[in-house]
């Protein structure tokens, strides 16, 4: 029986793994699920699955946690550093999909065990890529993609040789707020940015879909993982999210991964890599879709695009500010501190004030430099953001 922890089980990503592992009763050995907060789905899906342990960001909840499980025989803790005891516990696959920078540390311990992690925390790329890919050699640990997109250019390079890739194509729904008249977005309300056309993710990822920062970060991922050179990457709009990604070889071939928009594709794909397995998802009837459409993003409408460039070309640990900076601009989003549009602002008002700490930020990657590095940028955005409430 396979072992699998999930690490972020109560969110987006974390419940449709759960869906898809449900589907295969007796086929898997559930060690651990983590959540925060939703503290009955993480209840829930820890005794239907029977986990050895349940374990909540939040040490306050620890009591509802143990409540909730009370005479199921299902261990709970509570806290960081028991997810990341939890993600050290021998398990053959491990998802990693916390959301945000509070991802990064227990994705680290997962691969110190040798684990293969299929990662859907996008942040661990951004923040410390380098760092992430090193471990997974040092510990033989295997790293799969989860972010459709990179498992898209994951599956097109299956046999393929890097050094004949001339680029790698991202697609990007566009969000939201994709057609709206750029001179409105200032005035953009948190539920007009959450009405994604087409996928059904959690709040802050889709958010960051409606502002590119999404496909920022994982312009970021895609030049770390698949190391290649950011003028190899190319950001293009497409409405219909049915081309999850594309890859360019040197005769001219443009390999396309062409799917529904349904995260359980690129999860599935993790799981049983390296084979393939059925998966409930839709099969696609192209000649009922029709058309697929394609058009360059405008820089102007999305900056966060133009801002992934600068924190590549500046390197180091500029990824980690970037992250930081996003998270806390988002923050002030949705916390009505700041417009739409103010949020690409802040982050580049914290990237221009972080190079007073350029020694910090070249220095070596480790785990507790980052952590200083996304303190620090997260301090500069809220002073930013401050001085942009009190215009
Ligand atoms: P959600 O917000 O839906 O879920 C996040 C998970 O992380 C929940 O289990 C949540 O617990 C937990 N969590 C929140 N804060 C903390 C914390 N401080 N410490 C530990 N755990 C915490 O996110 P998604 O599932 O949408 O995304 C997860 C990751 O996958 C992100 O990095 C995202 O960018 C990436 N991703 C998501 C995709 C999607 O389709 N959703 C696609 C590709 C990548 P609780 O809910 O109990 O509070």
């Not at 953009?188 to 959450?194: C, G, I, P, R, W």
């Not at 996928?199 to 502002?211: E, F, H, N, P």
């Not at 417009?339 to 982050?347: E, H, I, N």
Request: with cysteine; net charge negative; hydrophobic share 50%.
């Amino acid at each position: 029986m396979r072992r699998i922890s999930i690490l972020g089980a109560t969110g987006s990503i974390g419940q449709n793994t759960i869906d898809l592992i449900k589907r295969a009763p007796g086929a898997y050995h559930v060690v651990a699920l983590t959540g925060s907060e939703n503290i009955a789905q993480l209840a829930q899906d820890a005794m239907a699955l029977r986990a050895e342990v349940a374990v909540t960001a939040n040490p306050a909840r620890l009591e509802d946690l143990r409540t909730a499980l009370h005479g199921s025989g299902v261990e709970a803790a509570a806290g960081t550093t028991a997810l990341v005891e939890a993600a050290s516990r021998p398990a053959d696959w491990v998802m990693s999909a916390i959301v945000g920078a509070a991802g990064l540390a227990p994705g680290f311990a997962a691969l110190e065990q040798g684990t293969t992690l299929a990662l859907a925390n996008k942040e661990s790329l951004v923040c410390a890529g380098r760092l992430l890919l090193q471990t997974a050699r040092t510990h033989k640990a295997t790293i799969l993609p989860v972010d459709s997109e990179h498992s898209a250019i994951f599956q097109a390079l299956v046999g393929e040789d890097i050094s004949t890739v001339e680029r790698i194509i991202i697609t990007a729904s566009g969000g939201a707020l994709r057609d709206w008249p750029i001179e409105k977005l200032a005035e953009a309300t948190l539920e007009q940015a959450l009405a994604h056309p087409n996928w059904d993710m959690g709040q802050r990822i889709t958010l960051d879909s409606a502002t590119l920062f999404n496909k920022a970060m994982e312009v970021i991922e895609t030049r770390e993982f698949f190391n290649v050179t950011p003028e190899q990457i190319e950001v293009i709009i497409h409405p219909q999210s049915l081309i999850h990604s594309l890859v360019g070889f040197n005769d001219g071939a443009l390999m396309a991964h062409v799917g529904p928009p349904d995260m359980r594709h690129a999860i599935g794909y993790a799981l049983h890599h390296p084979t393939r397995a059925h998966l409930p998802v839709e099969r696609l009837d192209l000649a009922a879709i029709g058309q697929l459409d394609f058009r360059v993003p405008d820089e102007g409408r999305w900056p966060a695009l133009r801002l992934a460039r600068a924190v590549m070309a500046a390197g180091g640990m500029t990824g980690a500010v970037f992250n930081a900076a996003k998270e806390t601009a988002l923050d002030g989003f949705i916390a009505g501190q700041i417009g739409f549009a103010q949020m690409a602002d802040t982050v580049a008002a914290t990237l221009d004030d972080m190079t007073q700490h350029a020694c910090l930020i070249a220095d070596t990657m480790t785990l507790d430099n980052v952590a200083q590095v996304d303190h620090l940028a997260r301090q500069a955005a809220q002073a930013a953001i401050a001085n942009r409430a009190g215009h």
